[in-house]
C-alpha cells in the first residue's frame, strides 16, 4: 500500500491548459459546453496525453457483509448480499444494464460476503478461469477476492483488524494494477452490501467532522424509528472505537467494510498508474474520502459521478472538492451512478477529440464585442 | 396547425400504475433509479405501451436569422448562421458529435437563414433528394424549408407576420408526421441562429410575466455593456409590439423567430402523435413555451433536456412545470443537451425492459421493517 500510495502525483496544470487551447479553437463560444469541456480537460491531465482515448471501461461491484446488520439498520435481510451477487453474474441487475448501456464491463469482487461462493451449487460459477474469473455472458465476471466473511458488528469492537483493512485495499490496488495492464482506461467504483450505509454514515461523520445526524439517511429505505436506531448505532459505534480522522485505515478498520476498502485501494491504484476513477454514490464516496485520507493528491484522479440521495454524500464531497456530474435521484449503489456518469465523461472526450476546429470548419471566430 | 392541436390528448395516469408495478417488482429498492424510473414511466404513458422501444432517434436542429442583430445584441456576426448550417451538414458540430454519440440522426432545417443555400456553390448540397434532404455523410442531413429569409427587426416592427409565424409551426409539425411515418420514436429539438437568444429572452418574459432584466443572460458571450442594450432593446420591442400572452401565435409572430416557431411546431406534431421529444435549452425551451401556449396538454409529451446557464431558462421550465434531467452548464444549442439527456432517456428505458424481476433472479423482495 505504501509503495502504491508514493507514486501518486498531482495531476500538471500546464496539460489543462494545452487541452484549454484545443477546445477554445473548436466551432462553438468558448465555454459553452460547460462540464464535458472540463472532464475532457482532467482527462487530458490525468493521462498527460493531449489526445487521450477511452476504449475499454470497467465498473468494479465490490461486495461484503456487515456485522453491524444484527442491530436491525437495514430494511433488507443480509442474505441478499449473495443473492444479488448471483444476479450482478447472470446480469440481471441495474449495474448490468447501465454498464451495458454505457459500454463498460462489470467486475463482480467478492471481498467480504458472508456466503461461501465455492461450495455455492451454482452453474454460473463454474467455469471458473485460473485466474479466479468466471463469465457470466452479458453478466458480470465473478473474482473471489474474500478477505473477511462480513465484517464484526462495530456496535461490540472494531469491524476488522488493520491488517484485514489493508488487505481489502490491496485488493483493489492489485486489481487497478491488472486491469491498467488488461488495457482498460476507464475505472468505475461500485459497491453491494446490505447494511453498508451504516458504515458509510459512520466514516463520512468521522472524516468531516460532522454529526452523524447530519450524514445519516434512509439507505434502502428504513422508516422513522429505524433510522433513529441507525443513527444511535452509528454514533455508539464510534464513540466505543474512537476511530481517529487523521490516519484513514483506523477508520476504516474500526467503522469500514471490506467493499469500502477495496473501492479505496481501487482509487489509490488508479491514481498511481494515471487512470481516471469514476466514483458512484455514497458507499462508494466513503471509500474514496478514505483513498483521500491515505493521500489527498488521489483526488486529481477522481471524478463523481452523480449526487446521491443519501443526505451524507454532499457532505463528503465538499471535503474532497468534487462536484458530481449527475443528479437523478439514485440511490441504489452498485456502480450505477459511475456507468451513467461514464456516458457524459465520453461525451467530453468525443467533444474534444470530434468536433471541428473554426479553420477546418470555415466558420467565423470573431467576436465582436 | 388546429387540427394537430385538437388530436392532442393528456397522457392517462392509468399507464404510469402499470410502469409504476413492474418497477417496483425489479431486482432494487423501490424508487431507487430515481429519475430514470420516472423516464421510464413517462414513456409508457406517451406510447401507450406497457414495453415501449426506442430504435430510432432524431434530433431536428432549426436554423433561422434574426433582424435584431442590426442592435449589436450578439457576440458573433450572423454570417455565422449559414456557416454553421455548412459544419452540421459535414459533421463537425457539437451536436454532431453528440448526436453520433447518443445514436441519433441530425437533421438541419433551414426555416429562416438570411443566405441562399440553393446556389451555394458547396459540393454538400449537390447530391439532394428530390425530398430535398442531402446526405452529408457523418454529418447532418439539409432539409430546406425556408419561410422567411431572417426575421425582421422586433425593434422597429414585427418580427414576422402571423401567416409567416403559423408556416414556420407548420414546418415542425410536417417533419414530426413525417418522421413518425419513418419509424422515429424519440425526437429531440435543436436550434441554430445568432442573437436567438433575444427573441427568446422577449418570450420568456411575455409568457412568465417576469421582467426582461430577469430571463435575459449573456447568449454566446456578450460583455455587460452589450446586456444592457440587450435588455433595452428587449424591453422597447415588447412595448412597440405589445404581443399577447394569451395569444402564443401572436407572440411567436411579434417577438419570436422562424427556428423557434419550428421548434414549437415539432412539439405539437409529437404530442400528435404520441412520441416523446426531449427539449434543449434555452432557445427550444421558448419554443416549447410556445407549443404550451398554444396547447398546454403537451407538457406531457416534453422531456426538458437539461438546464441551461441562460437565467431565462428555468422561469420557463417552471412555469410549464419540467425539471430538466442534466444541469451541466451547457450554453451551446444546436440540440446538444436534448442528445446528452436521449442517454439518460434510453437508461431509463432499458432499465425497465432489461432488469431481472425478484422472481426471475431468486432475490428476496421482503423487507424487514
New interface residues.
Partial sequence: MQDTIRKIESVRPEFFERAQKRLDN???????????EDLAKQLVAITENTMPAIERKVVFTFAGDHGVTEE?V????K??TP??V??FI?G???I???A??AGAEVIVVDVGVDHDFNTSPSPLLTNSRPDGAAKGGLGGVFLSRKVVRGTKNMMKGPAMTKDEAQQCIQVGIDLASAYVQKGYQLFGTGDMGIGNTTPSSAIASVMTGRAVADVTGRG????D??LKRKIEVIEESIRLNSPDPADALDVLAKVGGAEIGAIAGLILGAASHRIAVVIDGFISTAGAIIAYGLEPKTRDYMIAGHSS?EIGHRAMLEKMGLSP????????GEG?GAA?AM??I??GL??YR???TFG?????D????
Same sequence: chains 1, 2.
Fill in positions: 473548436l466551432t462553438k463560444p468558448p465555454g459553452s459546453l460547460g462540464r464535458l436491525g437495514s430494511a433488507y435481510p442474505e441478499v443473492q444479488m448471483f444476479n447472470r440481471g441487475a441495474g448490468n444494464v447501465l451495458r448501456h434502502t429505505g428504513i422508516n424509528e429505524s440521495v456530474i449527475l443528479d437523478l435521484n439514485l440511490r441504489l450505477t451513467l456516458l457524459m465520453e461525451a468525443r467533444i470530434e468536433m471541428a477546418e470548419a470555415g466558420v467565423s470573431d467576436i465582436v464585442n
